[in-house]
């Protein structure tokens, strides 16, 4: 059984009884993150009794060989050892299976029957599949009558390849289900540090109050990848880290730090407020591309002590590929709050170190009275703590105990580790947040039509400008920081990125 509790926001007797569909209930997201989250929900007593899950694939399986695959998938990513039999046993009597072809709409009266639907329960369906299967999917749910006023679906991502795809999917989607209905998901939004963000901001005067160009400097944000493509070439050869990282995940972590407070803590408020600041991105052109942003690809190095292939030597690759595994970018905000402060993102693949974090840095003393010690004070910072170990630090200034005629000051930190200060209470992934907030029918955590559709649009404009300009990704090796240019992107304003690694 698991050491630390488990957070319980709730009970099975008030929680919202629905049929949970798994469209792609075999395939790596759902063995890796979606059942273990089922799993910790049943744990924790989240799911109505009534509620029941059921898989759905391409394979033709029965339930009982379904149900053991579940099982399997379990012990490999909760743990054999964690895995409590009572709560395993609770799911398993919760689990149906339906094999068809996802593709053919006929085939969904298949799922019809296996619902035996003979009461109003909300039907949640989850489309952890690829995004062209999306029409076809939704099609079927509605010619089956499994698209009702409480119907619900999630749609993982990505969400097209570029603006025009999006518009295509989404009104693929928007043809069967109301924009109510739709849960758009980008994990990110699930994670306990990144919603500590709207705590930190608008439940503390000392940080709400100084959220401003008037005491803020800069902002960095980092994704750091220590793994490459994973034996997924082809897919992430069409992608790469601009529209897989950027597109979604550093753009709704940049929107939650920049936004205006919420008139309210509910999906039309804190959505209205991240459209906003979306729109208000300044575009990179062909005219401040080369000054604004850098591209990388890594090239054969050492990660840790492994040594491991460039990106153009794995597994499947094409050799003249231009797909960049890195980028570094100056954002600007154009509006009164963030006049004049920059916004350096930065992600990668094949770095250093596993590493997501948020550092707030203020602007420095505008008097230093301290300048006999130090001649420079160095300013406070914020660092929030996304991976691996989550919390929050304050970095500021102290005097050094001890007699003498001048005060010597030293930096330190002030660290709030999620682990440790909340030591008897387990910190729930992502995936569990977000399925228990479509369950309940809770958007606020979920992405809206137009924030896709504004991040598209921006990100479209430096995939663009890069074609205009012809740039090209710079190699790096594999275990590094990146590109040197990176380092100069942010040097050239007399910065530099928070590494310590």
């Known amino acids: 059984m698991l050491s630390k509790g488990t957070a319980s926001t709730g009970t099975a007797a008030t929680a919202t009884c629905c049929d949970f569909i798994l469209f792609g ?55 054999k050892a964690q895995l409590d039999n009572a709560v395993w046993e609770r799911l398993a009597k919760r689990l149906a299976y339906c094999g068809f072809d996802l593709a053919s709409v006929s085939e969904y009266s298949l799922l019809a029957k296996t619902l035996k639907r003979d009461d109003n329960r909300a039907v949640l369906s989850y489309l952890a599949t690829p995004p062209q299967l999306f029409p076809s999917i939704c099609k079927g749910l509605s010619e089956h009558q499994l698209v009702t006023e409480n119907a619900r679906v999630v749609l993982e991502k990505p969400l097209g390849h570029d603006l025009p795809s999006s518009r295509d999917i989404n009104q693929e989607v928007g043809n069967y289900f109301a924009e109510s209905q739709i849960y758009r998901i980008d994990h990110y939004l699930g994670k306990e540090t990144v919603l500590n963000l709207l705590a930190l901001r608008f439940a503390n005067p000392i940080f709400a109050d100084q959220w401003t160009h008037n005491a803020i400097d800069h902002v960095q944000i980092t994704a750091a990848e220590q793994v490459g493509v994973e034996g997924r070439w082809s897919y992430y050869d069409d992608a790469g880290q601009l529209r897989d990282m950027v597109q979604n995940h550093l753009l709704q972590v940049l929107a939650l730090i920049a936004m205006e407070p919420p008139t309210r803590l509910d999906a039309e408020s804190v959505r209205e407020e991240k459209i906003k600041v979306l729109r208000s991105l300044r575009p990179i052109t062909q005219q ?36 960049e ?62 991976q691996p170990d989550e919390g929050v630090e304050i970095q500021m200034m102290n005097k050094v105990p001890g007699l003498g005629k001048q005060m010597q000051l030293k930096p330190t930190t002030l660290d709030l580790s999620f682990d440790e200060t909340f030591e008897n209470q387990r910190i729930s992934d992502a995936y569990e947040r977000l399925l228990l907030e479509a369950i309940e029918g809770n958007q606020y955590l979920f992405v809206a039509r137009d924030e896709v559709e504004f991040a598209w649009k921006w990100i479209d404009g430096i995939r663009e400008a890069w074609q205009q300009t012809n740039e090209e990704p710079k190699p790096y090796p594999s275990g590094s920081l990146g590109p040197a240019a990176a380092i100069t992107l942010i040097a050239h304003d007399g910065r530099e990125w928070d590494d310590d690694f």
């Open 25 to 79: 209930t075999l395939g790596d997201l759902a063995r890796r993150k979606l059942l273990p989250a089922l799993y910790q929900l049943e744990k924790a007593n989240l799911l109505h009794a009534k509620t029941r899950i059921i898989g759905v694939a391409r394979d033709s399986i029965d339930t009982e060989t379904f149900t053991a695959k579940v099982q399997a998938s379990l012990e490999e990513f909760v743990g």
């Open 288 to 323: 401040n591309v080369r000054e604004d942003t850098v591209r990388g690809q890594y090239s054969g190095g050492f990660v840790g002590d492994k040594k491991v292939p460039g990106y153009l030597e794995e597994e499947g690759a094409n050799a003249s590929s231009k797909t």
């Open 325 to 386: 595994t890195f980028v570094a970018l100056k954002a600007h905000i154009d509006n009164w709050r963030w006049s004049q402060v920059p916004f350096y993102l930065r992600t990668g693949k094949r770095m250093a170190q596993k590493r997501t974090e948020i550092v707030i840095t203020f602007k420095p003393q505008p008097h230093n009275i301290f300048h006999e010690t130090m001649a420079q004070l160095p300013p406070n910072r914020l660092v929030i703590r996304l």
